[in-house]
C-alpha cells in the first residue's frame, strides 16, 4: 500500500491511522530482529498521535495526505525528547529538546512518527553495517546490505515497516539504499528542503530528502517539506511548488540525455539493459531520448571525496579523542580528512565551481539525464570490492560514481527502481534535473513508473 | 606527493601504524588527481564557498 491509497483509506474511514499504526509496529516487531532497520521504535507516542489523527479526521480538521500515516526518520534528525544517536556510540545518549525542521513539517501535516532508522555510523559510509546498532540487512535478501547511509529508511520502506522514511545525502546516501532496496529515493536540491536539526556529516554535501515506495508518494513528502527555513543559511528562498506529477503524465517536449560516456561502463550484467529499457519507457510516454557526453565525472568523484573528508574531519574533530569508539571504516575516513591541508580544501572548491560550470552546459541540451543509479546490485554483507573483467576496485568509491558527484553542485536526482537482475535483486535508474526541477524529475520519473513493471513486496 | 607520515605526527595526530599504511595509498591518489587539475585552474577561479556580507539589522 502507498500513502496515496492509505490517506484515501483514511478519508473513507475504511481504516484508521490507530489501525495503521499498529499495523507498523506489529511489522516492525516481526521483522525489525532480522533487518535492524531501527534504532529506536517510539511505540506510545505513535499510538498516540495516531488517535489523535483520528480524532482530527473526525472532526473534519485534515493535515493533507500525510494526516495519519505511520512514518519513521533516520537518526540523523533531532527528536524532541527522543534520542538522537547518528548511529555513533558517541552520540548513543544525545536527546535534543527540538525537533529537527523535517520533523516539525511532518508532525504539522499530521504524520505519524513510529521510530527512528539505522544507518552507517555518522551516516559515513555505504553498507549500514553498523557496529553499535547492528548491520541493517537487505529486506529483498538478508545476506545483502541495504546500502546506506540510509540504510534502515529503506529496508523500512521495503519491507512495508512505514509508508516513508527520511534520509539524508551526502554522497548518494538516499539514491543508493532506495536503488539496491528497491524502492524510490528523492534527493531534492541544495536549499530545498530545511537542515536545522540535521546532525551534519557536511557542511556543503548534505542533503534531506524521503525515500517512498512510489514517485507519487516521494512528490506528497516534498510537498509537506519544502520551502525557505530562515534557521539554515542553506535553505533557498526559490518559491517551492506544487510538486505532484498527474497521473501516467505525457513527456511530450522533454528531452531526456543518456549519457554515451562514464555511467554505462564498468556495470554488472542487467543494468544497462534495464536502464535502455527505461528510457525506451520514455520515449514510449512522449519524450525525446538523445546521446549526451557527460564532462570528467571520475575526476569531479575525487574533488568531491576531497571535499567530504575535510569538512567530515572538521565536524568529528571535536570527538577524535575517542576515536576508539568510532568503527575502523569511518575512522580512517576521518583521520584522512584530518591530514589534509587547509590549501588542498580550497583547490577543491575552486575545482568545485569549473567543474559545475563544465558540467552544467549540459542543461542547455537536455532537460534531465537518465542514469543507473548503481553499477551493481546490492553486494553480500561484509563485501568490500567489485570485481571486473579488467580488474577489481573498493566498493565505496566504486559503487557510488555514479551518485557522487552531483552532490557537488547540489542538483536534484531520483532513483527509481527500473528491474531486477538475474538473481532477483532490484536495479535502480537515475533521473538527474538542473536546480529546482524536482517537478519534472518526478514527473519523468511517474512516467516511467507508470510503464514499468511494479516490484513485487519482499518476503519476509 | 606529502610525507603524511610527517604531516601527521606534526600536527600531533597520533595515528597507529595500521591506520597510516592504510591512509597513505587513498590520500596519495586523491592528491593526485587534484594536483594535476589545480595546475589548470585559472588564477581568478574563487572556491565555491559562498560567503555574503548582509545588512545588519540589530545594527545601530
Redesign the interface.
Known amino acids: 500500500m502507498t500513502i496515496r491509497e492509505a490517506a484515501a483509506s483514511l478519508r473513507t474511514r475504511r481504516i484508521s491511522s490507530l489501525e495503521l499504526t499498529r499495523a507498523a509496529l506489529d511489522r516492525i516487531a516481526r521483522c525489525d530482529h532480522r533487518l535492524r532497520a531501527f534504532i529506536t521504535v517510539t511505540a506510545e507516542e505513535a499510538l498516540a498521535a495516531a488517535r489523535r489523527a483520528d480524532e482530527e479526521l473526525a472532526q473534519g480538521h485534515d493535515r493533507g495526505p500525510l494526516h495519519g500515516i505511520p512514518i519513521a526518520v533516520k537518526d540523523v534528525f533531532a527528536t524532541r525528547g527522543i534520542r538522537t544517536t547518528c548511529g555513533s556510540k558517541i552520540f548513543a545518549d544525545y536527546v535534543p529538546d527540538f525537533d529537527a525542521a523535517v520533523v516539525e513539517r511532518l508532525r504539522a501535516a499530521g504524520a505519524v512518527l513510529v521510530g527512528k532508522t539505522n544507518l552507517h555510523e555518522l551516516a559515513y559510509g555505504i553498507t549500514s553495517s553498523n557496529p553499535h546498532y547492528g548491520a541493517v540487512r537487505n529486506p529483498r535478501d538478508p545476506d545483502r546490505v541495504p546500502g546506506g547511509s540510509s540504510g534502515g529508511s529503506a529496508a523500512a520502506v521495503a519491507a512495508g515497516m512505514v509508508f516513508m522514511a527520511m534520509g539524508s545525502d551526502t554522497g548518494g546516501s538516499i539514491r543508493i539504499p532506495a536503488a539496491w532496496c528497491g524502492v524510490v529515493g528523492l534527493k531534492p536540491t541544495f536549499g530545498r528542503v530545511s537542515r536545522y536539526g540535521m546532525l551534519p556529516l557536511d557542511f556543503t554535501l548534505d542533503h534531506a530528502g524521503p525515500l517512498t515506495r512510489s514517485v507519487h508518494d516521494a512528490a506528497l513528502v516534498l510537498n509537506a517539506l519544502a520551502g525557505f527555513d530562515p534557521r539554515d543559511d542553506t535553505s533557498s528562498r526559490h518559491p517551492a511548488e506544487d510538486y505532484v506529477p498527474p497521473e501516467d503524465p505525457s513527456l511530450d517536449g522533454i528531452r531526456i540525455g543518456l549519457p554515451e560516456n562514464f555511467y554505462f561502463t564498468r556495470v554488472a550484467p542487467g543494468v544497462a539493459e534495464a536502464v535502455r529499457k527505461a528510457a525506451q519507457r520514455a520515449e514510449q510516454a512522449g519524450a525525446g531520448v538523445v546521446p549526451v557526453r557527460v564532462p570528467d565525472v571520475a575526476a569531479m568523484n575525487q574533488i568531491s571525496r576531497i571535499i567530504l573528508l575535510a569538512e567530515a574531519a572538521a565536524v568529528m574533530q571535536p570527538y577524535m579523542e575517542r576515536r576508539n569508539e568510532i568503527g575502523e571504516d569511518v575512522r580512517l575516513l576521518l583521520e584522512q580528512g584530518l591530514l589534509l591541508s587547509a590549501t588542498d580544501y580550497i583547490h577543491a572548491q575552486r575545482l568545485r565551481r569549473l567543474m559545475r560550470e563544465e558540467y552544467r552546459k549540459v542543461w542547455r541540451q537536455v532537460h534531465c539525464l537518465l542514469t543507473p543509479t548503481m553499477p551493481v546490485s546490492a553486494p553480500r554483507l561484509g563485501q568490500t570490492q567489485l570485481h571486473w573483467d579488467d580488474g577489481a576496485e573498493d566498493l565505496r568509491p566504486g559503487a557510488t560514481r555514479f551518485v557522487r558527484a552531483i552532490n557537488m553542485f547540489g542538483w536534484p536526482a531520483l532513483s527509481l527502481p527500473c528491474g531486477l537482475d538475474a538473481q532477483g535483486l532490484p536495479l535502480g535508474a537515475q533521473i538527474i534535473g538542473p536546480p529546482f526541477a524536482e517537478a519534472r524529475i518526478l514527473r519523468v520519473a511517474a512516467a516511467l513508473e507508470a510503464r514499468l513493471p511494479r516490484l513485487a513486496p519482499p518476503e519476509l | 606527493m606529502?610525507d603524511?607520515r610527517m604531516?601527521?605526527a606534526a600536527?600531533g595526530?597520533a595515528?597507529p601504524e595500521e591506520?597510516l599504511a592504510?591512509?597513505e595509498p587513498?590520500?596519495d591518489?586523491?592528491?593526485a588527481?587534484?594536483a594535476e587539475?589545480?595546475a589548470a585552474?585559472p588564477l581568478t577561479?574563487?572556491?565555491?564557498?559562498s560567503f555574503r556580507c548582509e545588512t545588519d539589522e540589530d545594527a545601530l
Do not use: F, G, Q, S
Request: proline share 8%; net charge neutral; glycine share 0%.
Open positions: 606529502p603524511w604531516l601527521a600536527r595526530l595515528l591506520d592504510r591512509i587513498v590520500l591518489e586523491l592528491h588527481v587534484l587539475r589545480v585552474v577561479a574563487e572556491p565555491l564557498i
